[in-house]
Every structure is written in C-alpha cells, then in structure tokens.
C-alpha cells in the first residue's frame, strides 16, 4: 500500500522531518524570550507597585520557580494544547492566536493574490516586450515597490483616499464599528461572511481590505514582477523554445503552454519567500490601519516580555513555515513532473 | 450579561437598528441628525481587562471600572485649564452612598447607601457586596491592595456591612486621604452574588469570571469586548449614580497608529481622539476642540541619582538647574502644551503643588555653581530616557546634552527599552541622570512627597534621603489640609525640595484630547476617558 504511494510516503517523511524543526523552536524560543530585557513581574505588579506585591505577581506568573522548571511545566502544557495565557491581552494564547492568525493571513493572502494578478502578467509582458513602454512601467513599479516602505505607502493611500477624497472607508481594522463579526468559521471574514449568507458584512469586509492589501501588494509586487520577467526571458532563450517556434507551434501555444510553465517554477519559489517577508511587513500596516492581526499582537507581547504569548507566536510561525515549504515543494512537483520524491 | 453569541448579535443589531442604516451617511447630513446616542472614541492604548483589580490589567482597562462601576462616593466637577472640565478634589459626591458621617475621632466611616441602587442583573446593592467587593481589593494584593493602603484600608476586619444599607469602616488613624481614596477607580462594587456563582475553590475572588464579565451596578454595561480591538458600551438606564448620562452608546475603538486617528478625528468619522500627542494637539487645536488639560500632580523632571559622586555635589545639581533650555524643552517635546514649572518666585507663598522652581536658564550662573563645585573641570554621564516615552524624552534629552556641553558635561544618551525602564529606573535606581515622571492620583502634595521624595519609596529613583523630608512628609500625609500647621510645613517641603534638587522640575505635562462632535468632555486624574458626562453636538 504505501509501496504504491511513493508520494504520500514522502509527504509523510517531510512531515517528520520538520518535527525536529518545531522541537528547535519550542527550545529556542522558551530560552529567548528569557532572555528578553525587563522583568515581568515589574511590569504586570502596575503603577505603583511596591516590592512586595511585585514579588506576589512573580509568584502568581510562576516565574519563581527555576528555569528548567519552568520549561518543562511550559512543555507539559504545550503537549495538552495549552499555549499558555497571554498577560497583555488577557486571554489564552491560543484563543488569541485563532482570533489573530486569519487577520494577517487574510490580509497578506488577499495582498498576495492581487500581487500575483497584477506582477505576473506585468513579468510576462515585459518580458515578451523588452525595452517597450511596458518594461519600462514595470521597472518602475518595481523601484517604487521596493523603495517605499509600507507604513509609508499606508499612510499615503489614508491620506489620499480617506482623508481628502473621502472614498475609502474609514482605516478602523477589519470593519467598520457598524458591522458585527460574522460567526466564526475559518476567521477568515470574507469566507465566514458568505458562508452565512451576509453580503452586508462581507462587501464591508472587503471594502476595509482594500486599502491595506493594496499597501502590501505594492510592496510584495516588486520581486513576484522582477523574478517572472527574468524566468520568462530565460525560457523564451531555451533551446526547447526555438525547436517549438521551429516546429510551428502558434506564438501562443510555445508562450504559455512552454516558456510559462518553465518559468513558474522560479516564480513559485518566490512567492514563497515573499509571503514570508510579506507576513513581517503586515507589523506595520497593521499599526497603520489599526488591524487586530498576529504582527501587532507580537510587537507589543515583546515590548513588555509577555513570554507566552511571544513564544506561542514564534510556535505558530515556525509551523505555519514548515507547512509553507511542504506546500512548495508538492507545488513544484505538480508544475515540473521531474522532480520527483521517488528520486530522492 | 453574558448571552449567547448568536442572541447578543441580534440584540445588538436591533439596538443599533436606527444609527446603523444612518451611520454611513453621517458625512453628508447636517451635524444636528447625526446619530445623537451614539459616540466613536479611538485611542491608541489596549483594554486587556474589564476587571482593574487583575494583575495585568492595563492603564487603558481602567475605564471600564470608572464607567461601569460604582463607587460609594465621587469627586467633583469644575471647569479645566486648557478647556472643558476636570474633577475636583475638593469636592466630594455621592455615587452609591446617599450619605456618610465621620466619627468624631476620626476613626469610623459610616455610609449609608441608596435604597433605589441596583446592579444590571436587577438585585438590590447591599452593604454586603461593598464589603465583599472592598474585601477583594485589600485582599488581591498588587496594585489595587497598594491603592487601599493609601486610605488606610488594609484588611477584610476593617469593613462591616451592619444592614444592607449601613455600611462601615473602622480605620486605625485617622486620615485626610481615606474618604478621597473611595473616589479613586480601585474601590468598585462588584455585584458579589453574581461574582461568587462563578467563583471556584482556586479562584475565591472571582479573578477568571470577572475578567471577561463585568458585574457592576455603574452607568454603563459592557455591550462587547474584542480584546485589542475594541469596547462598546450600553448605557444602563437603571442606573443612580448620577445624572442619567446623554448617550445610549459609546464605542471605545482601538488605533494604534497616531496619524489615523488624527485622520479619523479630522474627517468627524470618529466623534473624540483620546490622548493624542502634543504635536497634533497643537496643530489640531486651529480646527477642532482639543482640550489640554495639564497633568494634576504630574512632574516631567530631570533626576540626578544621589548614589553618584558627582551629583552628591550640590553646586553640580544647581549648575544643571541652570544649564537647561526649559523653553526650548517645553516648545520641543511639548509643543507649548501643559504648563511650564521654572522661572517662579524663590519666596514660598502658597501650597500649590506642582509649583515652579526658581530656576530658569542661564549658563552663566551654571557654569558659576560648575566652578565652585568639585567638578570644575567637568565630567562624563549617561542620560538616561525610555524608548517607549520617546516622544517627549527624546527632544528633552537632546536639549539637555547640548546645554549640558556647554558647562562641561559630557552626555551620552542611553535608551532603554521599556520592559526594562521600570527595573532600572524605579525599582533598581540604579540610573545616574535620568529623566521621570510621576503624578499621583491624590492630589496632595504630600502624597506626591510619598511617592517621590521619600527614601527607598518607588519614584523616588534619585535615592534622595533627607531627615527632615522623611519627618515633614510622614507628618503631613495624613493631617487634614485645615490643620494649622500643614502650610507651614507643605512650605518647608517645597524649600527643601526646591534647595536640594533631586529632582528638577521641567513642565506639567498634558493630556491631549480632540473632539469633532462630541461635548462635556471632562478630565479625570486617572488619564482615562470618564464616558458618563459626554455629549453629541
């Protein structure tokens, strides 16, 4: 049976290849938050705490007790699932995470998706084109991507869209305050909202996302764009190009059914990086449009030594990469049948 | 209070029914048919609690015990420096007592509550649940236990409920802070029986419950809470407090970034901006009604650490005095807003505190006081600030290196990252020039003494230690402010202070807080947005 399904077989493998990836993280990440600056003990006693109710709050954190302790009381509670609570919000870290994670990911998901429908034909284009107008545009939206940083361009498209034109609505996070949250499903509002049937809500989910993911697609259209028009030009140049242009085949076919698909390979592979980067840099434009996601939840679980909640971040992170990675590689067997896990 | 998600959702939308198909239109109606019951506030800091007396719970949650709570008694109101309204110490209301009498000795509070109290669930207030509920906040330890003890409240056997309306605290001295520490947002009724369902053998005090849920018998419930998103109120219809407050609804909506609020603020989506900087404050104030309200009982100040040579130099201290660009520090880091604390008269006439020092800027005189101190030929210093109070630390302490230059003293300036801030400036003191700032919730300026100036005390990060501070500040703390001999020894506080300079007074800050549509804003000594007086306009 599993004979049969070499690929599922590897699937599994890499699966457990990255155990010892997240058991890396639960260690490093425990030791590095302790070694985070300040003491929270001092920080959560309050105002005008005196010694001895800081030492009532050290207690009560558990953060007497020694640090192997600690950790292992930290690893017990991770093994049942138990992400630990969270200071600063109050709540358990992973409620926290559930209510966070689809905020970002819907964010940096939707940037991406509008990234990649305008970057990529803009490669293949340029591409096709070289040296016209339309390279020259997208050498232009590239430098001006990579150039500006988001908190920037964010607070251009406030101030442009919402503050004199007036057209966009207000940058108040995920909805505006008139709306409710749609009944949680997926946490994805989008999704969530149409699957109970609320197209109110949902052209209100949509309308918030607007100027956000477009800060974030300027941002990550940049290297989608750069990386396609390279691929492109390199597989226009192949010799398999020229044999097929010879045989006859029509411009379109040896462009999209030949030279495309070759050149998706380098471009998928970027995608996956820019994600990753795309994810750091929602921190800021999550504090520009005030949106609940998970990069404003870690900045300000850092800045006052909330260890569970930075750890739990770090946690989620670490598997939301290893299952990126694992989604790469199968997407790349599906794009180029000769990598193979058999091979391997 | 606590419903179904899918009940409290459609409550939710039948109650805003009428302000929800009128809302995305405010901006094209006149201001008179704007949604007159409902109010949008955005403020950049997080409610991570609704329960104050957690360990945990942030500045910003502190609302929730001032709107949603009762006290036994309130402070007063009167008009504001820098526009609307502020409390007034002086002056004390009744919120949940109808009245109270004080023992002749001083010793025994007696409170009478009103009969027609009520919590949102519908039972009676008694006496019983403001023992339960002062019980837990002398029992909880943290802040909260800190708070009580500064009104002489410290163990459970100090309350007594003797009938559900007769309420009574024995005190063990007699003090001019007990009755005023009442009015602070530690001392909240809960509503004990509902609390007590829902407490556990682990839990007795109904920590877990109460910090998802409030119970209170105050002037607003909690309609919703997303934790760092945000917070909308409902006004309680029932409520005796006070007068019954103008608005059904008011959403508290979390943005942390400065320039969207003031976007929001400008374009009148949103109706009040809490605690903007002094930048937009200043800018701002030219289109809408920003109000300044200067500090009470709150110092910027510049703190030589005693536990250093050089500053053990008294001559050092006031050659620093002198050295510093007050008015450039308070144009800079201010932008002109609060109120300036140098250039006053060196003769002691009142005991209003924060006073003005008799410093003023004047290199000369600092390089005078250089030259007769035992540092003559100068010496190197870190200055020390906060990264998470940047924006006024920062300028300030630019301004400070530069002048500081001028008489010889090499500043490098530090930045701490403020986890780390509290740790080595308050609790370890271990800074050697620093800038700080306290204000105290009772505004006396013994009690400022307290905390700031006497040794070993938190704020107190110079470790500065005089005999006679110790003595006058003990002394006064707890005297009625009518006592015949309070000014006199207030006045010598000051001249001590003033003379020995552990911490040097640079301006009263303010809190900033613009309005586009909103009225009866009203300021509060614990820098949280009282929701109750507000209005539409």
Same mark, same amino acid.
């Given at each position: 049976?599993?004979?049969?399904?070499?690929?599922?077989?590897?699937?599994?493998?890499?699966?457990?290849?990255?155990?010892?990836?997240?058991?890396?993280?639960?260690?490093?990440?425990?030791?590095?938050?302790?070694?985070?600056?300040?003491?929270?003990?001092?920080?959560?006693?309050?105002?005008?705490?005196?010694?001895?109710?800081?030492?009532?709050?050290?207690?009560?954190?558990?953060?007497?007790?020694?640090?192997?302790?600690?950790?292992?009381?930290?690893?017990?509670?991770?093994?049942?699932?138990?992400?630990?609570?969270?200071?600063?919000?109050?709540?358990?870290?992973?409620?926290?995470?559930?209510?966070?994670?689809?905020?970002?990911?819907?964010?940096?998901?939707?940037?991406?998706?509008?990234?990649?429908?305008?970057?990529?034909?803009?490669?293949?284009?340029?591409?096709?084109?070289?040296?016209?107008?339309?390279?020259?545009?997208?050498?232009?939206?590239?430098?001006?991507?990579?150039?500006?940083?988001?908190?920037?361009?964010?607070?251009?498209?406030?101030?442009?869209?919402?503050?004199?034109?007036?057209?966009?609505?207000?940058?108040?996070?995920?909805?505006?305050?008139?709306?409710?949250?749609?009944?949680?499903?997926?946490?994805?509002?989008?999704?969530?909202?149409?699957?109970?049937?609320?197209?109110?809500?949902?052209?209100?989910?949509?309308?918030?996302?607007?100027?956000?993911?477009?800060?974030?697609?300027?941002?990550?259209?940049?290297?989608?764009?750069?990386?396609?028009?390279?691929?492109?030009?390199?597989?226009?140049?192949?010799?398999?190009?020229?044999?097929?242009?010879?045989?006859?085949?029509?411009?379109?076919?040896?462009? +999209?059914?030949?030279?495309?698909?070759?050149?998706?390979?380098?471009?998928?592979?970027?995608?996956?990086?820019?994600?990753?980067?795309?994810?750091?840099?929602?921190?800021?434009?999550?504090?520009?449009?005030?949106?609940?996601?998970?990069?404003? +939840?870690?900045?300000?679980?850092?800045?006052?030594?909330?260890?569970?909640?930075?750890?739990?971040?770090?946690?989620?992170?670490?598997?939301?990469?290893?299952?990126?990675?694992?989604?790469?590689?199968?997407? +790349?067997?599906?794009?180029?049948?000769?990598?193979?896990?058999?091979?391997? | 209070?606590?419903?179904?998600?899918?009940?409290?959702?459609?409550?939710?939308? &039948?109650? *805003?029914?009428?302000?929800?198909?009128?809302?995305?239109?405010?901006?094209?109606?006149?201001?008179?048919?704007? *949604?007159?019951?409902?109010?949008?506030?955005?403020?950049?800091?997080?409610?991570?609690?609704?329960?104050?007396?957690?360990?945990?719970?942030?500045?910003?949650?502190?609302?929730?015990?001032?709107?949603?709570?009762?006290?036994?008694?309130?402070?007063?109101?009167?008009?504001?420096?820098?526009?609307?309204?502020?409390?007034?110490?002086?002056?004390?209301?009744?919120?949940?007592?109808?009245?109270?009498?004080?023992?002749?000795?001083?010793?025994?509070?007696?409170?009478?509550?009103?009969?027609?109290?009520?919590?949102?669930?519908?039972?009676?207030?008694?006496?019983?649940?403001?023992?339960?509920?002062?019980?837990?906040?002398?029992?909880?330890?943290?802040?909260?236990?800190?708070?009580?003890?500064?009104?002489?409240?410290?163990?459970?056997?100090?309350?007594?409920?003797?009938?559900?309306?007769?309420?009574?605290?024995?005190?063990?001295?007699?003090?001019?802070?007990?009755?005023?520490?009442?009015?602070?947002?530690?001392?909240?009724?809960?509503?004990?029986? =509902?609390?007590?369902?829902?407490?556990?053998?682990?839990?007795?005090?109904?920590?877990?419950?109460? #910090?998802?849920?409030?119970?209170?018998?105050?002037?607003?419930?909690?309609?919703?809470?997303?934790?760092?998103?945000?917070?909308?109120? =409902?006004?309680?219809?029932? %409520?005796?407090?006070?007068?019954?407050?103008?608005?059904?609804?008011?959403?508290?909506?979390?943005?942390?970034?400065?320039?969207?609020?003031?976007?929001?603020?400008?374009?009148?989506?949103?109706?009040?901006?809490?605690?903007?900087?002094?930048?937009?404050?200043?800018?701002?104030?030219?289109?809408?009604?920003?109000?300044?309200?200067?500090?009470?009982?709150?110092?910027?100040?510049?703190?030589?650490?005693?536990?250093?040579?050089?500053?053990?130099?008294?001559?050092?201290?006031?050659?620093?005095?002198?050295?510093?660009?007050?008015?450039?520090?308070?144009?800079?880091?201010?932008?002109?807003?609060?109120?300036?604390?140098?250039?006053?008269?060196?003769?002691?006439?009142?005991?209003?505190?924060?006073?003005?020092?008799?410093?003023?800027?004047?290199?000369?005189?600092?390089?005078?006081?250089?030259?007769?101190?035992?540092?003559?030929? /100068?010496?190197?210093?870190?200055?020390?600030?906060?990264?998470?109070?940047?924006?006024?630390?920062?300028?300030?302490?630019?301004?400070?290196?530069?002048?500081?230059?001028?008489?010889?003293?090499?500043? =490098?300036?530090?930045?701490?990252?403020?986890?780390?801030?509290?740790?080595?400036?308050?609790?370890? &003191?271990?800074?050697?020039?620093?800038?700080?700032?306290?204000?105290?919730?009772?505004?006396?300026?013994?009690?400022?003494?307290?905390?700031?100036?006497?040794?070993? #005390?938190?704020?107190?990060?110079?470790?500065?230690?005089?005999?006679?501070?110790?003595?006058?500040?003990?002394?006064?703390? #707890?005297?009625?402010?009518?006592?015949?001999?309070?000014?006199?020894?207030?006045?010598?506080?000051?001249?001590?202070?003033?003379?020995?300079?552990?911490?040097?007074?640079?301006?009263?800050?303010?809190?900033?807080?613009?309005?586009? /549509?909103?009225?009866?804003?009203?300021? %509060?000594?614990?820098?949280?947005?009282?929701?109750?007086?507000?209005?539409?306009?």
């Amino acid at each position: 049976m599993l004979a049969s399904t070499p690929r599922l077989r590897a699937i599994l493998l890499r699966v457990a290849q990255s155990v010892p990836v997240v058991v890396g993280v639960v260690v490093i990440s425990f030791l590095l938050t302790r070694a985070l600056p300040g003491d929270p003990a001092v920080y959560f006693a309050g105002v005008t705490a005196d010694a001895e109710s800081i030492e009532q709050t050290r207690v009560a954190m558990g953060l007497d007790k020694p640090l192997m302790q600690q950790f292992f009381i930290y690893v017990g509670d991770l093994l049942q699932g138990d992400l630990g609570q969270s200071l600063s919000s109050g709540r358990s870290v992973a409620e926290d995470l559930a209510k966070r994670l689809p905020a970002s990911l819907e964010l940096t998901l939707t940037a991406l998706i509008l990234a990649i429908v305008i970057a990529v034909p803009l490669g293949v284009l340029a591409a096709t084109r070289p040296g016209t107008w339309v390279d020259h545009l997208c050498r232009v939206i590239v430098t001006a991507g990579v150039s500006l940083p988001t908190f920037f361009t964010g607070i251009l498209l406030i101030y442009i869209f919402y503050y004199l034109l007036g057209i966009a609505p207000s940058p108040l996070g995920r909805l505006d305050f008139i709306y409710l949250d749609p009944d949680h499903v997926t946490g994805f509002y989008l999704i969530d909202a149409a699957l109970m049937g609320d197209w109110e809500t949902w052209r209100g989910a949509a309308k918030q996302l607007i100027l956000p993911a477009s800060t974030l697609a300027l941002f990550t259209l940049a290297p989608i764009a750069r990386m396609t028009r390279a691929a492109m030009l390199t597989a226009l140049s192949s010799d398999f190009i020229r044999t097929a242009r010879a045989a006859g085949l029509s411009n379109r076919t040896v462009l +999209y059914r030949y030279a495309f698909r070759n050149a998706l390979l380098p471009v998928v592979t970027t995608l996956g990086m820019v994600f990753s980067f795309a994810l750091g840099a929602n921190v800021l434009v999550e504090k520009v449009f005030a949106w609940p996601g998970i990069g404003s +939840y870690a900045v300000e679980a850092l800045v006052v030594s909330d260890y569970a909640a930075v750890q739990g971040f770090v946690l989620a992170m670490a598997l939301l990469f290893v299952a990126l990675n694992l989604v790469i590689d199968l997407l +790349y067997t599906a794009i180029d049948p000769r990598i193979g896990f058999s091979s391997k | 209070m606590k419903m179904t998600k899918q009940t409290s959702r459609r409550n939710f939308l &039948k109650m *805003g029914a009428a302000s929800a198909s009128v809302l995305p239109f405010l901006r094209a109606m006149p201001a008179a048919a704007q *949604g007159s019951d409902t109010l949008v506030v955005v403020s950049g800091q997080t409610i991570n609690s609704l329960d104050l007396h957690r360990s945990g719970t942030s500045r910003a949650s502190y609302q929730v015990g001032v709107n949603c709570y009762d006290r036994l008694v309130s402070f007063g109101t009167k008009e504001a420096i820098g526009g609307g309204y502020s409390f007034d110490y002086s002056v004390i209301e009744p919120e949940l007592a109808e009245s109270w009498t004080v023992s002749d000795d001083g010793l025994t509070l007696t409170f009478k509550l009103k009969p027609d109290a009520t919590f949102w669930d519908g039972r009676k207030v008694t006496a019983a649940d403001v023992k339960w509920s002062f019980d837990r906040a002398v029992s909880v330890g943290g802040f909260p236990s800190v708070q009580m003890k500064a009104g002489g409240f410290e163990r459970p056997d100090q309350f007594e409920a003797i009938d559900d309306e007769t309420f009574v605290i024995k005190l063990d001295f007699p003090s001019k802070l007990s009755i005023p520490d009442l009015a602070v947002p530690v001392p909240y009724i809960i509503n004990s029986v =509902e609390a007590l369902a829902n407490a556990t053998e682990d839990d007795p005090w109904a920590l877990e419950y109460l #910090h998802t849920v409030a119970a209170g018998s105050g002037a607003y419930k909690v309609a919703r809470w997303t934790p760092g998103e945000q917070l909308v109120y =409902e006004r309680n219809d029932d %409520w005796v407090g006070g007068p019954m407050p103008a608005l059904k609804r008011v959403v508290v909506r979390e943005v942390p970034s400065p320039a969207t609020r003031r976007a929001l603020v400008e374009r009148g989506d949103v109706q009040i901006a809490f605690d903007i900087p002094d930048k937009d404050a200043a800018e701002l104030a030219e289109t809408l009604d920003v109000f300044s309200t200067p500090v009470v009982n709150c110092m910027f100040c510049l703190c030589p650490n005693f536990a250093f040579e050089p500053f053990k130099d008294a001559d050092v201290r006031k050659a620093l005095a002198y050295a510093i660009p007050y008015e450039d520090i308070f144009q800079a880091a201010a932008y002109g807003r609060g109120q300036p604390l140098w250039g006053g008269e060196e003769e002691i006439t009142d005991i209003a505190w924060p006073r003005k020092s008799q410093y003023y800027t004047d290199i000369e005189k600092a390089k005078e006081h250089m030259a007769k101190s035992g540092y003559a030929d /100068g010496f190197a210093v870190p200055l020390s600030i906060s990264l998470d109070l940047v924006s006024w630390m920062e300028p300030t302490a630019l301004l400070i290196q530069e002048a500081l230059g001028q008489i010889g003293i090499t500043v =490098e300036i530090e930045k701490i990252p403020g986890a780390n801030w509290r740790t080595a400036s308050l609790v370890e &003191k271990r800074l050697p020039l620093h800038l700080e700032t306290f204000g105290g919730w009772l505004d006396t300026p013994d009690y400022y003494f307290f905390w700031a100036y006497q040794d070993g #005390h938190l704020f107190n990060s110079s470790n500065y230690r005089n005999e006679e501070i110790e003595e006058l500040t003990n002394a006064t703390l #707890h005297m009625p402010t009518d006592d015949p001999e309070y000014a006199p020894k207030l006045k010598r506080m000051f001249e001590i202070v003033l003379d020995e300079l552990p911490r040097i007074p640079l301006y009263q800050p303010a809190l900033n807080v613009a309005a586009n /549509g909103a009225d009866g804003y009203e300021f %509060w000594f614990h820098r949280q947005l009282d929701i109750r007086p507000l209005k539409s306009v």
